[in-house]
C-alpha cells in the first residue's frame, strides 16, 4: 500500500517531539535539523510504501527486500544513531567496535528513542518504554562502553523517575550545561 501523507504526518510528529525534547536540552541546532533525511528519496519513498503507524517501515523493507535502503542510507548520515559510530577496532584486530559517541550525539539519541516511543505506542506511552525497546536488543547492540552506560543511565532515570530526571542528566552530565 501507499501511504506517503501518513508517512509524512508521522515523520512530522516525530520530528516535532524530537524538537519539543532537544529544545529542553538547549539543542536548537540539533531540533532543528532532527532526521532532515528522512524527506530525501531514498528514505521518503521507502517509508511512504511500507509505512504500518505503529512501527518503523525500515523493519517492514527490511522483510520484503532482504534489507532496508532507507536505513542504510539514514544510519549513515544522522550521527544520533549509534550505528553511526560503528567502526573496525583501533586494537588493529580487525574488528568491528562501538566509538565513543560525543554527549551532544547520545543526548539527540535519547532524545529520539523517547520520541519514537510516544510516537509509535501514542495513548499506552508509559516512560519505560524506550528502556523497554531498548533492553530487547541491548545484546545486540554495538556500543562503546562508555556510550552504552550513559545510554543506560539516561534510559533508567526516565523509566524510574521520570522525564524530569531523565532530562536533567542530559543537560549537565552529557551536555556539561549548568541549570
Not at 504500518?52 to 549513515?76: D, F, I, M, T, V
Request: aromatic share 12%; with cysteine; net charge positive.
Amino acid at each position: 500500500m501507499w501511504h506517503p501523507i501518513k508517512h509524512f504526518k508521522t515523520i512530522h510528529h516525530h520530528k516535532m517531539l524530537v524538537m519539543r525534547y532537544c529544545f529542553r536540552c538547549g539543542m536548537y541546532r540539533q531540533g532543528l535539523l532532527h532526521d532532515l533525511s528522512k524527506l530525501s528519496p531514498v528514505e521518503f519513498l521507502a517509508g511512504a510504501k511500507y509505512w504500518q503507524g505503529n512501527c518503523s517501515p525500515n523493519n517492514a523493507q527490511r522483510q520484503a527486500e532482504g534489507y532496508s535502503a532507507a536505513w542504510l542510507h539514514h544510519k549513515g548520515r544522522n550521527k544520533h544513531h549509534l550505528e553511526y559510530w560503528i567502526d573496525y577496532s583501533p586494537d588493529g584486530d580487525h574488528a568491528i567496535a562501538g566509538m565513543p559517541m560525543l554527549g551532544r550525539y547520545v543526548a539527540e539519541m535519547i532524545c529520539d528513542r523517547i520520541a519514537a516511543s510516544r510516537n509509535y505506542r501514542g495513548e499506552r506511552y508509559t516512560d519505560a518504554d524506550a528502556w523497554n525497546y531498548y533492553y530487547k536488543s541491548k545484546d545486540h547492540y554495538v556500543l562503546h562502553p562508555d556510550t552504552r552506560a550513559r545510554l543506560e543511565r539516561a534510559l533508567l532515570l526516565l523509566r524510574d523517575e521520570g522525564e524530569d530526571a531523565c532530562f536533567r542528566y542530559v543537560r549537565t552530565e552529557l551536555l556539561g550545561k549548568k541549570r
